[in-house]
Every structure is written in structure tokens, then in C-alpha cells.
């Protein structure tokens, strides 16, 4: 089912290649995932670069299991081709959490957030860094695109109060 709904969505182009997926998870799978997300901060590292968002490798963990077939047909939505390699992490983002627009690493092919539940969004920006839109942080939603050099993204100051938690898949190129 999630396989069928990232394959079926709208593939935006500006400012970059994108997809926005909403309801994208089954409820089942969508209240789970929920229910076992950490409560509190425990077992979750603090992010390198910030100290308002903490990972957990989802990985390592029993916890939750990647769909069959979700990443290639990721892979296929955004024109990836050949071998990649995922790393999926829970990331919980504290109400300070911003950063600044970005393209990710080189090695990444793909980004793509599942978004589990908080407050705020994802902004688009061009190449001059101007801000084309803010996707909304909208529960059992998901956000993917494929790395380029012009696609930068970040999450700007908002008032949240809460948590913002999301699943990430990171897909390198293998």
C-alpha cells in the first residue's frame, strides 16, 4: 500500500523534483509506529550538528522494518538508478530545531521524511536561496526528493512547542 501511494503521487519539479505524499501510511502501521516512537529523549543521540535534534538508527533496532520494493520504487519516482544503500533513522526535533537551507551530502541519492507527528514544515528554496514554499509537517505525511545541487531545503524558526518526530530514509548510492 505505501509502495502504490508514493508511486502514484504528483511529481513536483519546481524548485526542484519533489514528492508530498499525505495519508501515506496505513493507519495500522501509522499508529504503531507512534505508539512505539520513544517517548522521552532515552536511547536517542544527539544529532552532530545541532543540539535541538536527537536520531535513533532504526537500523540496529527490531523496531520497524522497511516496506519490499518502498526504496526502489523511490529509486524509480525520482530517476535513481543502480545500486543504493539505505540508513534509516527516527529523528526527534526539539522546538529550537531549525537549519539553514541546504543540498545534502554527495553521496546521498534520495531523502525521504515520513513525517509522524508535530508541528511545522520543510521549506524549498531556489538556487539564490529564496524561498519557493514550506511543505506542512502534517502527520502520515511523506516528503521525498532526489539529492541535486539545487535542491535545497530547510526547516526555518517557527513556534512550535512540541516535538516534530519523522522517520528519515537516507539513500546513498551504493
Known amino acids: 500500500?505505501?509502495?502504490?501511494?508514493?508511486?502514484?503521487?504528483?511529481?513536483?519539479?519546481?524548485?526542484?523534483p519533489y514528492f508530498l505524499v499525505f495519508n501515506v501510511l496505513p493507519l495500522s502501521l501509522f499508529?504503531?509506529?507512534?505508539?512505539?516512537?520513544?517517548?522521552?529523549?532515552e536511547g536517542m543521540k544527539v544529532d552532530d550538528t545541532t543540539p535541538y535534534r536527537?536520531?535513533?538508527?532504526?537500523?540496529?533496532?527490531?523496531?520497524?522494518r522497511a516496506h519490499t520494493g518502498l526504496v526502489s520504487e523511490i529509486g524509480q519516482k525520482l530517476g535513481i538508478n543502480g545500486k543504493v544503500g539505505v540508513e534509516a533513522r527516527l529523528a526527534?526535533?526539539?522546538?529550537?530545531?531549525?537549519?539553514?537551507?541546504?543540498?545534502?551530502?554527495i553521496g546521498k541519492a534520495a531523502?525521504?521524511?515520513?513525517?509522524?507527528?508535530?508541528?511545522g514544515g520543510t521549506s524549498l528554496y531556489n538556487p539564490d536561496l529564496s524561498k519557493v514554499t514550506t511543505l506542512p509537517h502534517e502527520?502520515?505525511?511523506?516528503?521525498?526528493f532526489a539529492r541535486t545541487n539545487q535542491?535545497?531545503?530547510?526547516?526555518?524558526?517557527?513556534s512550535r512547542t512540541g516535538y516534530r518526530d519523522s522517520l528519515i530514509y537516507m539513500i546513498y548510492r551504493a
Do not use: C, I
Not at 500500500?1 to 526542484?16: K, Q
Not at 502527520?139 to 521525498?144: E, K, L, Q, T
Open 151 to 158: 535542491s535545497f531545503h530547510g526547516v526555518e524558526k517557527q
Open 31 to 41: 499508529d504503531r509506529l507512534n505508539a512505539e516512537y520513544p517517548k522521552d529523549l
Open 1 to 16: 500500500m505505501v509502495v502504490r501511494r508514493v508511486g502514484w503521487a504528483s511529481t513536483h519539479l519546481r524548485p526542484f
Open 139 to 144: 502527520p502520515n505525511s511523506a516528503f521525498g
Open 111 to 119: 531523502s525521504v521524511l515520513f513525517y509522524l507527528g508535530g508541528e
Open 92 to 105: 526527534r526535533d526539539l522546538p529550537e530545531y531549525t537549519v539553514a537551507p541546504h543540498t545534502d551530502t
Open 54 to 64: 536527537y536520531w535513533l538508527r532504526t537500523d540496529t533496532t527490531e523496531r520497524f
